[in-house]
């Protein structure tokens, strides 16, 4: 389809506002998929195909006076693999943005604190992604894209960067009397040459288990070839219950921490690995995982890699390294270890 015919069929379905057609904007995407062999360590030993957080988009802004840029983009996913795709699921938002005041955006996106795992994130939408550990159920579920948001991000100061974010209602279209689904989220991040970190804080408020959680993440590139990083996240969710009549809040923590590398072994060619670890405070719940993986890059928009990864389970816990960002994704089994083998190809457009 050209860009004429698809901005004027957008217009028609009412889903951008006829400025676009003056606007600067672009059309995006990512073709990102994998065959992998996933075995739970008891009964399931299956291969799947699966589309890996790929997307299409357009976005674009527009300069109406000096420090003064109109911005919007409307994502979504596109499952490859299966017909379950929606529009606009991903990050869509309009904004306004000057060098000298920052950016100013309105709609839904990840959240400060999920971007602030960036500088250990060496497998991201692969199977071994780092939030098979920090986003489980069990102790919180973060690293999430907010309906209803409000986001500022300050200018640069000497490469640190503020941002703060706040959802009304995370959930539904409209805010309900007396609803509890609100979120804060926040993160200080920093790029100084070979440096890069991120400290980030979230409040959920869901009325049910009000989680809480702060990380730290750096990335340090110790030469041209060789980078590495570290990552550690503490969060809470109340466990309020009636115990023998009496009702008792024992707050339940968990901490996930871990370190990672990627080492540049031709001028085409990376190993990356990484290893995290998982301490709850619920019995029997902790967990490891590790990953490694080669990658080719033909160049920056087109790669292939092979990986693989495992999750080591205590007797009360069932997770698995393939579990986020992932079309396939079969559960886990109490106190197994899970494996994955993937081949993979991200072509980014």
Do not use: C
Request: proline share 3%; hydrophobic share 35%; net charge negative.
């Amino acid at each position: 389809m050209n860009r004429k015919h698809l901005l004027t069929s957008l217009i028609a379905a009412g889903l951008v506002v006829p400025a676009l057609a003056t606007a600067d904007w672009t059309l995006y995407g990512r073709a990102h998929l994998s065959a992998d062999i996933l075995d739970d360590g008891a009964e399931y030993n299956e291969f799947n195909v699966s589309s890996n957080s790929s997307r299409l988009g357009f976005k674009g802004e527009r300069e109406f006076r000096e420090q003064l840029v109109g911005m919007f983009q409307i994502e979504q996913q596109i499952d490859f693999d299966t017909n379950g795709t929606n529009f606009a699921t991903r990050d869509t938002f309009v904004g306004l943005k000057g060098s000298e005041w920052g950016m100013l955006r309105i709609g839904k996106f990840d959240t400060p604190f999920k971007r602030a795992r960036g500088p250990a994130n060496f497998f991201g939408d692969q199977v071994g992604d780092m939030r098979n550990l920090t986003r489980t159920n069990a102790h919180g579920r973060y690293d999430e894209r907010f309906n209803n948001s409000i986001h500022y991000q300050t200018p640069s100061f000497g490469g640190l960067t503020w941002n703060i974010q706040y959802s009304n209602e995370t959930s539904d279209a409209t805010t309900g009397d007396g609803a509890e689904n609100k979120a804060y989220s926040t993160s200080l991040n920093l790029s100084m040459g070979d440096l890069t970190g991120a400290l980030a804080y979230e409040k959920q408020e869901n009325g049910a288990n009000d989680p809480d959680a702060w990380r730290l993440a750096v990335g340090y590139r110790i030469t041209p070839a060789f980078r590495v990083g570290a990552f550690y996240q503490n969060s809470e969710v109340d466990n309020t219950r009636t115990v023998g009549g009496n009702l008792v809040t024992p707050d339940i923590e968990a901490d996930v921490y871990g370190l990672g590398g990627q080492f540049r072994l031709t001028p085409s060619m990376y190993l990356n690995g990484h290893v995290f670890q998982l301490d709850s405070d619920l019995d029997d719940a902790d967990a490891t995982m590790y990953a490694l993986g080669l990658e080719y890059r033909l160049d920056s928009d087109l790669r292939f890699y092979g990986n693989i990864a495992m999750v080591d389970n205590d007797d009360a816990s069932a997770l698995t390294p393939w579990g986020a960002a992932r079309s396939a994704g079969p559960g886990g089994t109490e106190g197994e270890n899970a494996t994955a083998l993937s081949i993979g190809m991200r072509y980014d457009f």
